[in-house]
Protein backbone atom coordinates (compact mmCIF):
# COMPACT_ATOMS: atom_id res chain seq x y z
CA UNK A 1 0.00 0.00 0.00
CA UNK A 2 2.11 3.41 -1.25
CA UNK A 3 0.83 5.91 0.47
CA UNK A 4 2.61 8.42 -0.69
CA UNK A 5 2.64 8.62 -4.55
CA UNK A 6 4.75 10.32 -6.97
CA UNK A 7 3.21 9.31 -10.40
CA UNK A 8 5.44 10.88 -12.55
CA UNK A 9 8.32 9.59 -12.63
CA UNK A 10 10.25 11.92 -14.56
CA UNK A 11 9.88 15.60 -15.70
CA UNK A 12 11.69 17.43 -17.97
CA UNK A 13 11.73 21.29 -18.26
CA UNK A 14 13.42 23.88 -19.92
CA UNK A 15 16.38 26.35 -18.18
CA UNK A 16 14.71 29.12 -16.97
CA UNK A 17 11.15 27.52 -16.73
CA UNK A 18 8.95 26.38 -14.13
CA UNK A 19 9.24 22.67 -12.83
CA UNK A 20 6.21 21.21 -11.16
CA UNK A 21 6.82 18.10 -9.39
CA UNK A 22 3.46 16.75 -7.86
CA UNK A 23 2.98 14.28 -4.68
CA UNK A 24 -0.48 12.22 -3.40
CA UNK A 25 -1.02 10.86 0.20
CA UNK A 26 -3.80 9.08 1.40
CA UNK A 27 -2.92 8.68 5.24
CA UNK A 28 -5.31 11.79 6.42
CA UNK A 29 -3.18 11.76 9.47
CA UNK A 30 0.03 12.77 8.06
CA UNK A 31 0.68 16.68 9.49
CA UNK A 32 4.04 17.25 7.76
CA UNK A 33 5.55 16.64 4.40
CA UNK A 34 8.65 17.26 3.02
CA UNK A 35 11.00 17.41 -0.49
CA UNK A 36 14.57 16.11 -1.36
CA UNK A 37 16.57 16.05 -3.82
CA UNK A 38 18.69 13.39 -4.50
CA UNK A 39 21.66 12.85 -6.81
CA UNK A 40 22.94 9.34 -7.65
CA UNK A 41 24.77 6.96 -5.06
CA UNK A 42 24.07 10.01 -2.60
CA UNK A 43 21.94 10.49 0.93
CA UNK A 44 18.74 13.10 0.02
CA UNK A 45 19.29 16.60 1.07
CA UNK A 46 16.97 18.18 2.53
CA UNK A 47 14.83 20.94 0.15
CA UNK A 48 11.72 22.25 1.88
CA UNK A 49 9.10 21.56 4.27
CA UNK A 50 5.32 22.41 4.97
CA UNK A 51 3.41 21.73 8.03
CA UNK A 52 -0.65 20.81 7.87
CA UNK A 53 -1.71 23.84 9.30
CA UNK A 54 -0.33 26.14 6.45
CA UNK A 55 -1.04 25.84 2.76
CA UNK A 56 2.36 27.80 1.45
CA UNK A 57 6.21 27.88 1.99
CA UNK A 58 8.64 29.80 0.34
CA UNK A 59 12.49 29.03 0.14
CA UNK A 60 14.01 30.86 -2.34
CA UNK A 61 13.52 29.23 -5.84
CA UNK A 62 11.47 26.94 -3.98
CA UNK A 63 7.93 26.59 -2.70
CA UNK A 64 6.25 24.28 -1.85
CA UNK A 65 1.83 24.23 -1.82
CA UNK A 66 -0.28 21.80 0.14
CA UNK A 67 -3.88 20.81 -0.51
CA UNK A 68 -5.10 18.72 2.41
CA UNK A 69 -8.61 18.25 0.79
CA UNK A 70 -6.79 16.67 -2.02
CA UNK A 71 -4.45 15.32 0.13
CA UNK A 72 -2.08 16.63 -2.39
CA UNK A 73 1.19 18.58 -2.63
CA UNK A 74 3.17 20.10 -5.30
CA UNK A 75 6.78 21.75 -5.25
CA UNK A 76 7.59 24.30 -7.40
CA UNK A 77 11.19 25.24 -8.81
CA UNK A 78 11.34 28.49 -10.31
CA UNK A 79 13.38 29.88 -12.46
CA UNK A 80 15.13 26.17 -12.93
CA UNK A 81 18.65 25.36 -13.35
CA UNK A 82 20.74 22.99 -14.90
CA UNK A 83 21.82 22.03 -11.78
CA UNK A 84 18.52 21.67 -9.97
CA UNK A 85 18.46 18.17 -12.44
CA UNK A 86 18.24 15.24 -9.93
CA UNK A 87 15.36 13.11 -8.23
CA UNK A 88 12.88 14.22 -6.36
CA UNK A 89 11.19 12.81 -3.50
CA UNK A 90 8.15 13.85 -1.60
CA UNK A 91 8.05 12.23 2.37
CA UNK A 92 4.74 12.64 4.52
CA UNK A 93 5.01 12.23 8.50
CA UNK A 94 2.34 11.88 11.19
CA UNK A 95 3.68 13.93 13.59
CA UNK A 96 0.74 13.61 15.58
CA UNK A 97 1.71 10.00 16.54
CA UNK A 98 4.87 10.45 18.16
CA UNK A 99 7.02 8.20 15.54
CA UNK A 100 8.17 10.87 13.32
CA UNK A 101 8.60 8.02 10.69
CA UNK A 102 9.16 9.32 7.48
CA UNK A 103 6.65 8.03 4.33
CA UNK A 104 8.71 8.17 0.92
CA UNK A 105 7.05 8.57 -2.62
CA UNK A 106 8.51 6.65 -5.71
CA UNK A 107 10.49 9.73 -6.79
CA UNK A 108 10.17 12.10 -9.83
CA UNK A 109 13.62 12.55 -11.75
CA UNK A 110 13.99 15.78 -12.89
CA UNK A 111 15.99 17.41 -15.41
CA UNK A 112 16.62 20.81 -16.88
CA UNK A 113 17.60 21.22 -20.03
CA UNK A 114 20.09 24.12 -20.65
CA UNK B 1 21.88 22.21 7.45
CA UNK B 2 23.13 19.28 9.80
CA UNK B 3 26.33 17.25 8.63
CA UNK B 4 25.75 13.30 8.78
CA UNK B 5 28.47 10.63 7.48
CA UNK B 6 28.43 7.24 6.68
CA UNK B 7 31.19 4.86 6.58
CA UNK B 8 31.78 2.90 4.23
CA UNK B 9 30.74 4.56 1.34
CA UNK B 10 30.61 0.84 -1.24
CA UNK B 11 31.15 -2.54 0.41
CA UNK B 12 31.70 -5.63 -1.72
CA UNK B 13 31.66 -8.91 0.69
CA UNK B 14 31.27 -12.50 0.03
CA UNK B 15 28.11 -14.32 0.71
CA UNK B 16 28.18 -15.50 4.37
CA UNK B 17 29.95 -12.49 5.56
CA UNK B 18 28.63 -10.00 8.48
CA UNK B 19 29.10 -6.12 7.19
CA UNK B 20 28.87 -3.12 9.72
CA UNK B 21 27.78 0.47 8.26
CA UNK B 22 28.65 3.23 10.74
CA UNK B 23 26.54 6.23 10.67
CA UNK B 24 27.17 9.52 12.79
CA UNK B 25 25.86 12.78 13.35
CA UNK B 26 29.35 15.17 13.03
CA UNK B 27 27.90 18.61 14.37
CA UNK B 28 24.81 17.91 16.37
CA UNK B 29 23.41 14.92 19.23
CA UNK B 30 21.12 12.83 17.32
CA UNK B 31 18.81 11.64 19.68
CA UNK B 32 16.92 9.51 17.03
CA UNK B 33 18.45 7.52 13.81
CA UNK B 34 16.89 5.95 10.79
CA UNK B 35 17.91 3.33 8.52
CA UNK B 36 16.57 3.12 5.15
CA UNK B 37 17.54 0.99 2.21
CA UNK B 38 16.68 1.75 -1.60
CA UNK B 39 16.92 -0.83 -4.42
CA UNK B 40 17.31 0.87 -7.84
CA UNK B 41 14.79 3.00 -8.66
CA UNK B 42 13.14 2.42 -6.09
CA UNK B 43 11.52 4.80 -3.18
CA UNK B 44 13.64 4.88 0.20
CA UNK B 45 12.16 2.19 2.64
CA UNK B 46 12.65 2.79 6.85
CA UNK B 47 13.91 -0.38 8.44
CA UNK B 48 14.06 0.46 11.58
CA UNK B 49 14.24 3.75 14.37
CA UNK B 50 17.23 3.22 16.83
CA UNK B 51 16.90 5.60 19.51
CA UNK B 52 19.93 6.35 21.97
CA UNK B 53 20.41 3.57 24.60
CA UNK B 54 17.36 1.73 23.56
CA UNK B 55 16.24 -1.49 21.45
CA UNK B 56 15.67 -0.42 17.61
CA UNK B 57 12.29 -0.12 16.62
CA UNK B 58 12.18 -2.74 13.26
CA UNK B 59 9.51 -1.97 10.46
CA UNK B 60 7.24 -4.96 9.33
CA UNK B 61 8.84 -7.27 7.07
CA UNK B 62 12.77 -6.51 8.05
CA UNK B 63 14.29 -9.60 10.55
CA UNK B 64 15.89 -7.60 13.44
CA UNK B 65 18.03 -10.64 14.03
CA UNK B 66 19.58 -10.24 9.86
CA UNK B 67 19.91 -6.25 10.45
CA UNK B 68 21.84 -5.43 13.93
CA UNK B 69 21.00 -2.16 14.66
CA UNK B 70 23.11 -0.38 17.46
CA UNK B 71 22.74 3.23 18.51
CA UNK B 72 25.18 3.21 21.76
CA UNK B 73 26.38 6.63 21.82
CA UNK B 74 24.37 10.07 20.88
CA UNK B 75 26.27 11.04 17.65
CA UNK B 76 26.85 6.86 16.45
CA UNK B 77 24.72 4.50 15.28
CA UNK B 78 25.48 1.32 13.52
CA UNK B 79 23.73 -1.18 10.97
CA UNK B 80 25.12 -4.87 11.07
CA UNK B 81 24.21 -6.84 8.17
CA UNK B 82 25.07 -10.36 9.39
CA UNK B 83 25.24 -13.70 7.00
CA UNK B 84 25.09 -11.15 4.00
CA UNK B 85 23.44 -12.68 0.83
CA UNK B 86 23.51 -11.64 -2.78
CA UNK B 87 19.67 -10.14 -1.71
CA UNK B 88 21.48 -7.88 0.62
CA UNK B 89 22.31 -5.90 -1.96
CA UNK B 90 21.05 -2.79 -1.41
CA UNK B 91 22.08 1.00 -1.04
CA UNK B 92 21.78 1.56 2.52
CA UNK B 93 21.18 5.50 3.68
CA UNK B 94 20.92 6.72 7.55
CA UNK B 95 19.31 9.98 8.99
CA UNK B 96 19.37 11.62 11.84
CA UNK B 97 17.52 14.11 14.07
CA UNK B 98 18.30 16.28 17.04
CA UNK B 99 15.15 16.73 18.46
CA UNK B 100 11.48 15.00 18.44
CA UNK B 101 9.71 16.61 15.57
CA UNK B 102 13.12 17.99 13.85
CA UNK B 103 13.77 17.39 10.27
CA UNK B 104 15.86 14.01 9.66
CA UNK B 105 19.35 14.99 7.70
CA UNK B 106 20.52 11.83 5.65
CA UNK B 107 24.03 10.39 5.44
CA UNK B 108 25.57 9.76 2.09
CA UNK B 109 24.65 6.19 1.74
CA UNK B 110 26.71 2.81 1.73
CA UNK B 111 26.65 0.44 -1.69
CA UNK B 112 26.46 -3.07 -0.49
CA UNK B 113 27.06 -5.76 -2.83
CA UNK B 114 27.11 -8.99 -1.82
CA UNK B 115 28.96 -11.90 -4.28
Known amino acids: DQQVKQNSPSLSVQEGRISILNCDYT??????FLWYKKYPAEGPTFLIS?????DKNEDGRFTVFLNKSAKHLSLHIVPSQPGDSAVYFC?????????????FGTGTRLKVLA | GAVVSQHPSWVICKSGTSVKIECRSL??????MFWYRQFPKQSLMLMAT?????????EQGVEKDKFLINHASLTLSTLTVTSAHPEDSSFYIC???????????FGPGTRLLVL
Open chain 2, 50 to 58: SNEGSKATY
Open chain 1, 91 to 103: AASDEGSGTYKYI
Open chain 2, 27 to 32: DFQATT
Open chain 2, 95 to 105: SAREREGETQY
Open chain 1, 50 to 54: ISSIK
Open chain 1, 27 to 32: NSMFDY
